[in-house]
């Protein structure tokens, strides 16, 4: 019990929030054509947007911060990322970048020729944009589990080994540019990938002389659920666990904006010597020199003091149990969660949330409006939006789960908070079943659609989303 309740901070600073009066709230939504990325930050009272940059800082951070160096060439704040990474990850070549996108940018630029494919667990969006911006291609060979809200898999987020080696052998090992693993897999609901699962995509690699990539924005909370699920790792450190892990990649990009706890970073990092040659001039272009690549020396200094942070057991514990937490009290609610919780977030399955809802309405999205309307709680949509429309086909993709994301930013929020939360899902679960229409698009954007699209009410008679 008493370990359940260890929190291994308290606070040394404080930021004021607030919430918009409720019709005040119906009309923001409406204003912005209930896109959640329209919504001003200060009209949000808890914002679950994302967790991207939204973590925050410690004082050892915010005093690397203060001792940062600004050099434009060979800066000392790059030296303590390098070190860090080496520490962590054991790797030499770091490319730092601004963030995590464009890491995916300089890397696909370089490594797709026209026509090549990437194979990999469900594919970020920007990671899946930038791909196809290289006119590249991706394969997702996530297991078929992951396709399952209610199974308890406990690695929901392994490739399907027999599922990579057919599509390798289909589009011939020469059309691969690479096999790209997500750690954990954002798009597959925060769910993390097993250490066995990595060795044996390892070995599929090295039989047909491919490169293993990770995107490893959540690398450190990755290794947390290895450490508490897989029983061979069981008495292994994090840090420990993060090397083994990356030992068997050829590098990986990383959004620093994550795990490291930074409001911007990224980072691109090599194994081979004349790949991390080939991308240099890409940085330089792109980014900015090599020893600071987009980023601040401050943000450098506070990167690399947050990796290692990050690999602290009891902070991943703390962290990670708030997430556990949250889906609890959804789930003893009877509210149809993606389990097992993931990482950083908790998914609520939108199609069995609206169960009235047909799926071509946004029922996901509908439940992110709603929850801005009942509790200023910002969420986003991962579900039929996002999934936007098939490159070659232009048809709608139909994802294999219409989901709300509430995201949980890294030491940001209290157990009240949380409390908060689930006692605004249930009120509006309540009603849910009678609710029979949902949403249409206003304006789609073409490419990333869900960052700009706007939609309306197919019942515009309503006066509440959810009552
Ligand atoms: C956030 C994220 C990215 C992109 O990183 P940015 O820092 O937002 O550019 C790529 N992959 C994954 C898995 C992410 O979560």
Not at 19 to 31: D, F, G, T, V, Y
Not at 54 to 62: A, E, L, N, R, Y
Not at 205 to 234: G, M, P, Q, V, W
Not at 282 to 287: G, P, R
């Amino acid at each position: 019990m008493k370990e359940q309740w260890f929190v291994p901070y308290r606070y040394k600073m404080v930021e004021k929030i607030s919430i918009p009066p409720k019709n005040e709230r119906l009309s923001i939504l409406k204003q912005g054509g209930f896109n959640m990325f329209s919504i001003p930050s200060e009209k949000v009272y808890i914002d679950l947007l994302t967790d991207s940059g939204t973590g925050t800082m410690s004082d050892k951070q915010w005093s690397a911060i203060v001792s940062a160096d600004e050099s434009y060439a060979g800066s000392r704040s790059f030296f303590d990322i390098k070190k860090a990474v080496k520490e962590i990850m054991g790797f030499e070549h770091v490319l730092p970048v601004h963030q995590g996108r464009a890491a995916e940018k300089v890397l696909n630029s370089v490594l797709i020729k026209e026509g090549m494919f990437v194979p990999g667990n469900t594919h970020f969006d920007t990671t899946k944009a930038h791909i196809e911006n290289a006119k590249g291609r991706c394969i997702d060979v996530t297991i078929s589990e992951s396709e399952n809200s209610t199974s308890d898999y406990p690695f929901k987020g392994d490739l399907d080994i027999y599922k990579l080696e057919e599509e390798i052998k289909k589009v011939t090992p020469e059309k691969v540019a690479y096999i790209l693993i997500t750690v954990t897999c954002n798009s597959g609901g925060g769910q993390p990938v097993s250490m066995q699962n990595i060795k044996d995509v390892h070995k599929i690699a090295r039989k047909y002389s491919l490169k293993l990539f990770f995107d490893a924005a959540r690398f450190a909370e990755n290794c947390y659920f290895i450490k508490t699920r897989e029983i061979a790792y069981n008495n292994r450190t994090i840090r420990e666990i993060s090397n083994e892990m990356f030992s068997y990649s050829d590098g990986f990009t990383m959004s620093s904006k994550k795990d490291a706890i930074v409001p911007m970073g990224g980072l691109l990092v090599l194994r081979d010597v004349d790949i991390f040659d080939a991308l240099k001039p890409f940085v330089i272009l792109n980014e900015g020199y090599l020893t600071y690549g987009g980023m601040s020396g401050m943000t450098m200094a506070a990167l690399a003091q947050g990796l290692y942070e990050s690999t602290e057991f009891d902070y991943l514990h703390y962290r990670i149990g708030q997430v556990k937490m949250l889906g609890e009290l959804l789930k003893e609610a009877s509210i149809p969660i993606v389990t097992p919780i993931g990482g950083h977030a908790v998914f609520i399955d939108g199609r069995r949330f609206f169960p009235n809802i047909s799926e071509e309405q946004f029922p996901a999205q509908y439940l992110c409006a709603s929850l801005y309307e009942a509790g200023g709680i910002r969420t986003v949509e991962v579900g039929a939006n996002l999934a936007d429309r098939d490159p070659d086909t232009g048809e709608n993709i139909r994802p294999k789960l219409d989901l709300c994301r509430l995201a949980i930013p890294r030491r940001s929020y209290s157990y009240e908070h949380m409390m908060y939360i689930a006692e605004t899902v249930k009120e509006i679960y309540k009603n849910s079943k009678s609710i029979t229409s949902g949403f249409q698009f206003d304006f789609e954007s073409k490419g990333i659609r869900h960052f700009s699209s706007t939609f309306k009410l197919i019942n515009s008679k309503r006066e509440s989303l959810f009552e």
